[in-house]
């Protein structure tokens, strides 16, 4: 039975001596352009995951490799380097295959 129901996309971060926690967010800024979007402008200190899940449809998942995927992707068609908030992030869900390697010009 599909639903009307949208996916929420959350981020677990990292405050440093404050702890972990999963972060708070307005019902309309859990979609995932918005978290990725949100990401990678630095509204997250220290991002730990992201999670995926919706009720109605009776599912959850951890999107982080995705996530990670996707924000190296969107910097490689800028020719621009992961954030330096976000690198970590990126170095520890994102495949090989996808980081940018820079060429020295000599």
Request: proline share 4%; net charge negative.
């Amino acid at each position: 039975m599909p639903s009307d129901e949208p996916s929420v996309y959350l981020v677990a971060d990292d405050f440093g001596r404050a702890g972990r926690a999963w972060r708070e967010a307005d019902l309309e800024t859990t979609d995932l352009e918005t978290v990725i979007n949100d990401l990678i402008a630095g509204e997250y200190r220290r991002p730990i995951k992201v999670i995926a899940f919706n009720t109605s449809e009776r599912w959850s998942e951890d999107v982080s490799e995705d996530v990670a995927r996707e924000i190296q992707h969107r910097c490689n068609l800028q020719l621009s380097d992961v954030p330096s908030h976000l690198q970590e992030f990126v170095d520890r869900y994102a495949a090989q295959d996808l980081r940018q390697f820079s060429l020295r010009l000599v």
